[in-house]
């Protein structure tokens, strides 16, 4: 079974370009997380989904950040503008439901560089 | 929210070596997440223990709910136990700060 797979494993852009990262959950996985990863810091969870509806977004900071999941599979996290502060790893997640008994599964992330 | 707070943050071991880590955390949870984070970034899910004790292998982890902490044991370690350790809690899926290992051979 594929696990979760996340692209572009690396990513370097200039600041104030958009930039898209792309999930793609363990299949009949509902629940899917976005996390952001700071350089020897824990994850911090940006955005949740149960299906295609987003139940936690209260972390996402919106003027900036958007997410979606279109027919509550795959899911893009997108960012536009892009700043300096948001060089990080970006973790996306998947878990089979909401249910706390569950286990988060996660992907390899991506390592955004802002120049 | 909730605080999770992580100690050692750093450990050095000789390979062979046992050690714990402990996880504290602030409010009642329902339940608690160890992670290890290897050197190339991918976090692979150890245990799901809200309460109790568990254990994997050389890897065992006990919850003290009424007591907010939890422990992480490593035993007979070896080098491919590095990396970083992370506790979770449920509870707004709040990470603590991580403890870096680093296991020499």
């Known amino acids: 079974e594929a696990g979760v797979v996340q692209s572009p494993r690396y990513k370097i852009i200039e600041k104030k370009q958009p930039v898209a990262f792309w999930c793609n959950p363990i299949s009949g996985h509902n629940t899917l997380y976005w996390y952001l990863q700071n350089l020897g810091q824990g994850p911090e969870l940006l955005i949740r989904?149960?299906?295609?509806?987003?139940?936690?977004d209260s972390q996402l900071p919106k003027d900036r950040f958007s997410a979606e999941r279109l027919k509550g599979v795959d899911s893009t996290l997108k960012i536009q503008p892009a700043e300096l502060g948001d060089s990080a790893v970006y973790l996306c997640a998947s878990s089979l439901s909401n249910s706390e008994v569950d286990t988060q599964y996660f992907g390899p992330g991506t390592r955004l560089t802002v120049l | 929210g909730i605080q999770v707070e992580q100690s050692p943050p750093d450990l050095i071991l000789q390979e062979g070596a046992n050690s714990t880590l402990r996880c504290n955390f602030s409010d009642s949870v329902n339940n608690l997440q160890w992670f290890h984070q290897n050197p190339w970034g991918q976090l692979i899910n150890l245990f799901y223990i809200p309460s109790g004790t568990k254990q994997n292998g050389r890897l065992s982890a006990t919850t003290v709910a009424t007591e907010r902490y939890s422990l992480l044991y490593i035993s007979s370690s070896q080098t491919t136990d590095s990396g970083v350790y992370f506790c979770a809690v449920w509870n707004k899926l709040t990470f603590g700060g991580g403890t870096r290992v680093l296991v020499k051979p």
């Open positions: 989904y149960e299906n295609e509806e987003a139940v936690d």
